[in-house]
């Protein structure tokens, strides 16, 4: 009909469709351009040049790159041809119809198979169509011991920032990227399995393959990169999004990330170093891994010190569901991270609002940093509780299963402090608070220190015959940790252990209740190497204790041989100040006087 012509495999409607030419005259530092669009009018630069025309973005191919311009009824080459060696998004822009599509009847699926880059700020708007991508290989190596190319469906370069949106419904960016095997495959041969473990899940995708890859190929940002999502879906094969260091990332409501075989948002290594000075806030939406994943749907890699990445969940659901729905066994090494966020670099997380993290293994596991919880709900839905017991593998990796939060010291040994407050704040799993030692740190580590000034603490593992609670509210199986209870509901025992799950002696571990309500025991235990638990006395030499000072404990009788001098336990479990006590610090106050 004269409005469409065919040019390198490109099919283009003319009449909302059209190629801007940017000539460049001059040398050096003399050059200059002009626009088919501008007219004569000069620029000094071709980023100029490109915003002052409007120019959307530009496509490349072995004939070189054409820019185009696009007006609010713009409709798409076909980029998904052969030919395509570059695309760049260059100005806002909306989509109007799919890119690529889903195989059907009859249909074959096509996808761009071309990476997109961003290098500024620019807004993409999917309109609810849906872009499908394989993305492009890129053969820069991005890991200090691993040769591997990195792919993705959207590059946005160090100094670049998308802002996602979708005006319609259902807008989705589909990448369809799956390693191969030779990168998905785990070397085991270095793994000793001499005491009968089995490897499970040893199949984990390369996580920096990702449907928005922010910032250098290597990681390291300069300047900066930020992503934020106000709409629509991301759905990958391999990880959604992975970061850099000096990666800014917002997640609104009503947005959903989501990967098959890897991490939904992954802040990846450096090259020699730990991801830091990210920052990631979740406002609502939905981020989950499931399928044949292994990962979590966030992850913090990296075991340096140095500057945090934060992680800042103020609403919206985490959740990972484990690929094969496994009960958790300490005799298996589950390569990976089967939790709901992995922390394993040193990291801020602050949990508030209304977040849900959810997970069939552990929640939450922080192995370096920090972890403040004013709100929301942390749950494992595993019905029993074990942690890695074997091998030097575990220095690396999920190290517990069954708990809504564990706190694991890396080998590191860096200080960790966590404070758990709220009334509305709710944490529940097999065991709901455990702090553990799996890698073998001493009383040398850096001290692992909680408050519990409010919130719900609950054992969901089951009871004995008698009723008696078998899992815990608080667990302290680490070397150097303090753990104090000023308030609060704990529904599951208090335990501080003597021994670690590997049978090693503990030093320096004392847990303080002074207040809140504890439906429980609390007890000090001894573990041996079968995993089988006794109670125990409390170990001045090795400073193991549990002082209870204030509060109410159900178990009266566990928790009368742990009352801290000055203090009385009624019947009924109510701890109060002795009159004794009382009387004496009465007289010393008058005697100051």
């Known amino acids: 009909d004269g409005k469409k012509f065919l040019q390198d495999n490109f099919a283009f409607d003319l009449q909302r469709f059209?190629?801007?030419?940017?000539?460049?005259?001059?040398?050096?530092?003399?050059?200059?351009?002009?626009?088919?669009?501008?007219?004569?009018?000069?620029?000094?630069?071709?980023?100029?040049?490109?915003?002052?025309?409007?120019?959307?973005?530009?496509?490349?191919?072995?004939?070189?790159?054409?820019?185009?311009?696009?007006d609010s009824d713009f409709t798409y080459a076909n980029l998904t041809a052969t030919g395509v060696s570059g695309i760049e998004i260059l100005g806002n822009l909306t989509l109007q119809e799919d890119i690529g599509n889903a195989a059907s009847d009859g249909v074959e699926a096509t996808a761009l198979s071309t990476t997109i880059t961003i290098n500024k700020n620019v807004t993409l708007d999917l309109n609810g169509h849906k872009l499908y991508s394989a993305g492009q290989d890129d053969t820069n190596n991005i890991s200090a011991n691993v040769s591997r190319k990195f792919n993705a469906a959207i590059w946005v370069k160090d100094g670049g920032n998308l802002t996602l949106d979708d005006s319609g419904s259902n807008g989705q960016i589909i990448y369809t990227y799956n390693p191969n095997a030779s990168d998905k495959t785990f070397d085991s041969s270095n793994l000793d399995t001499s005491d009968n473990r089995t490897i499970v899940n040893s199949i984990k995708s390369v996580r920096e393959n990702a449907a928005i890859k922010l910032g250098a190929s290597n990681n390291n940002n300069i300047i900066g990169v930020g992503f934020t999502m106000n709409g629509g879906t991301i759905t990958a094969e391999s990880s959604a999004v992975s970061a850099g260091n000096n990666s800014t990332i917002l997640i609104q409501d009503g947005c959903t990330i989501e990967s098959n075989q890897s991490c939904g948002i992954y802040f990846g290594n450096v090259v020699g170093t730990e991801n830091v000075n990210s920052v990631l806030t979740m406002k609502g939406g939905t981020i989950r891994t499931k399928g044949n994943s292994n990962l979590p749907p966030i992850q913090v890699s990296g075991t340096l010190t140095g500057n945090s990445t934060t992680l800042n969940i103020e609403g919206g659901t985490i959740e990972f569901t484990n690929k094969d729905n496994l009960v958790p066994d300490p005799k298996k090494v589950y390569k990976g991270n089967p939790d709901a966020i992995y922390a394993g670099g040193n990291t801020i997380l602050n949990v508030s609002g209304n977040a849900n993290i959810t997970s069939t293994i552990t929640a939450i596991e922080l192995r370096n940093g920090e972890l403040?919880?004013?709100?929301?709900?942390?749950?494992?839905?595993?019905?029993?509780?074990?942690?890695?017991?074997?091998?030097?593998?575990?220095?690396?990796?999920?190290?517990?299963?069954?708990?809504?939060?564990?706190?694991?010291?890396?080998?590191?040994?860096?200080?960790?402090?966590?404070?758990?407050?709220?009334?509305?704040?709710?944490?529940?799993?097999?065991?709901?608070?455990?702090?553990?030692?799996?890698?073998?740190?001493?009383?040398?580590?850096?001290?692992?220190?909680?408050?519990?000034?409010?919130?719900?603490?609950?054992?969901?593992?089951?009871?004995?015959?008698?009723?008696?609670?078998?899992?815990?509210?608080?667990?302290?199986?680490?070397?150097?940790?303090?753990?104090?209870?000023?308030?609060?509901?704990?529904?599951?025992?208090?335990?501080?252990?003597?021994?670690?799950?590997?049978?090693?002696?503990?030093?320096?571990?004392?847990?303080?209740?002074?207040?809140?309500?504890?439906?429980?025991?609390?007890?000090?235990?001894?573990?041996?190497t079968s995993g089988n638990t006794t109670e125990v006395d409390e170990d001045s030499d090795d400073n193991i204790s549990i002082q209870v000072m204030g509060g109410k404990i159900t178990d009266a009788t566990s928790a009368s041989k742990y009352v801290a001098d000055g203090s009385d336990i009624s019947s009924d479990g109510t701890v109060t100040e002795s009159t004794l006590n009382g009387w004496a610090a009465k007289i010393s106050s008058l005697a100051g006087n």
């Open 18 to 70: 059209a190629s801007v030419t940017i000539t460049e005259t001059g040398e050096n530092e003399n050059k200059k351009y002009t626009t088919s669009k501008t007219g004569e009018t000069q620029y000094d630069s071709l980023e100029e040049a490109i915003s002052e025309a409007g120019i959307k973005f530009s496509v490349t191919t072995g004939s070189g790159t054409t820019y185009y311009d696009a």
């Open 372 to 528: 403040n919880v004013t709100g929301g709900t942390i749950k494992s839905t595993a019905e029993t509780y074990s942690t890695a017991t074997g091998g030097s593998e575990t220095s690396s990796g999920g190290q517990t299963f069954g708990v809504a939060i564990s706190i694991a010291q890396h080998t590191t040994k860096e200080a960790i402090n966590v404070n758990i407050s709220g009334d509305s704040t709710n944490i529940e799993g097999p065991n709901a608070l455990a702090v553990v030692n799996s890698v073998g740190n001493g009383a040398d580590a850096g001290k692992v220190a909680a408050t519990i000034d409010g919130g719900n603490l609950k054992s969901t593992e089951a009871t004995t015959s008698a009723g008696d609670k078998l899992g815990n509210a608080i667990l302290a199986d680490q070397a150097n940790v303090s753990i104090t209870v000023n308030n609060g509901n704990l529904d599951g025992n208090v335990t501080v252990a003597k021994t670690t799950a590997k049978g090693e002696a503990i030093q320096d571990a004392t847990v303080v209740v002074a207040g809140g309500t504890t439906t429980g025991k609390v007890e000090v235990i001894s573990t041996d």
